[in-house]
């Protein structure tokens, strides 16, 4: 991997050994997720840590219209089968797979069930692992109109299907609707922003360096106020990962060609534009963030923490670990 090139295009034919994987919202149990493209990825890339940030099934969809591939149960054994293969995955819940909360903070094998955590990387760099939807202010306050949006969505990828079929009878690339009104929709560009504000000072309300993500299906990195938000985006249709080497080093993988996503917004509030350099505050919001970790609260010592145990002993406030 070239270590100055933050975003990657995966080639097939070049297996990928890295230390931590992050994929989100693969929507199981829709007929959009797609399994198939993402059974290659998995194919190719070895890792130690591999994070499903929340939405892996699509709990409110199987409940309206029961929906299910066999090669759904080719994606999980393949998970399970890495699981074996000593890699730890990690299950984040989101909101759409909200029924896995029963299930909160157990391990079956290799595998662990969590709402968050606390992700260190190889280079020292603490990140907060979480789906995003906490976020989500309609998650909150009007869980109806959530899922009508979510229907709503599925009708625009359900029309996006047989649009994207005309273009490539007439030899054309992929084209994404939903993402092409949610970059030129101004409400939709202002909830994004404030969206990763929101989980950029959760980040900072956890003392960590940045926070890793999914949940509205955007994959972005970028500096908000010295806290690296980075977005793994979706299986639905942008195809991305968030993939860290073994120097600590986060990119983003795209899978397939997506003019409109690649396409990028121009420079916004929080949005230096390059995706690295932030907004001009980040040296002293870091200063006082390292000041501020000398004396951590214990607050959430009991948060799963991963990755501690490659850098440096286990202590007794280091909280779970695995």
């Known amino acids: 991997m070239n270590a100055d090139q933050p975003h990657l295009d995966l ?9 931590s ?22 194919r190719v890339v070895d890792c130690k840590y591999l994070y499903l940030v929340g939405d892996l099934i699509d709990g409110w969809e199987l409940k309206f219209r029961w929906f299910w591939r066999d090669d759904y ?9 890495k699981s074996r293969k000593q890699t730890k995955v990690i299950y984040i819940s989101g909101n759409h797979d909200e029924f896995i909360e029963q299930f909160m903070g157990m391990r079956f094998g290799n595998v662990t069930i969590a709402r968050q955590a606390i992700h260190t990387a190889a280079d020292g760099k603490k990140y907060l692992v979480i789906h995003g939807h906490q976020a989500d202010g309609l998650t909150h306050f009007n869980h109806l109109l ?3 949006g979510s229907h709503l969505y599925n009708w625009i990828l359900d029309f996006n299907l047989y649009f994207n079929r005309l273009r490539r009878a007439l030899g054309f690339g992929y084209w994404s609707l939903a993402a092409y009104l949610k970059s030129r929709a101004k409400s939709a560009v202002k909830f994004v922003t404030e969206y990763e504000g929101t989980l950029a000072a959760m980040a900072r309300s956890h003392q960590t360096d940045g926070v890793i993500c999914g949940h509205i299906h955007r994959a972005e990195m970028k500096m908000i106020d010295g806290v690296q938000y980075l977005n ?18 986060i990119k983003l993988i795209h899978f397939h060609e997506n003019d409109v996503l690649r ?27 390292r000041h501020a970790r000398r004396g951590r609260a214990t607050a959430d010592a009991g948060l799963l923490r991963i990755g501690d145990e490659d850098l440096r002993p286990a202590t007794a406030d280091a909280g779970v670990q695995i």
């Open 73 to 81: 149960n080719v994606l999980i054994q393949k998970l399970l089968r």
């Open 232 to 249: 793994c985006g979706d299986w639905v249709e942008s195809c991305t990962a968030l993939i860290e080497d073994f120097e600590g080093k």
């Open 146 to 148: 959530e899922k009508l």
């Open 263 to 289: 396409a990028g917004r121009g420079p916004g509030p929080h949005d230096p534009g390059d995706g690295r350099q932030g907004n001009g505050r980040g040296s002293r919001t870091s200063n006082r963030r």
């Open 11 to 19: 080639n097939l034919g070049e297996p990928i050994t890295c230390r």
């Open 21 to 42: 994987v992050w994929i989100s919202d693969i929507h199981l149990g829709t007929k959009h997720a797609r399994v198939a493209e993402l059974l290659d990825f998995l």
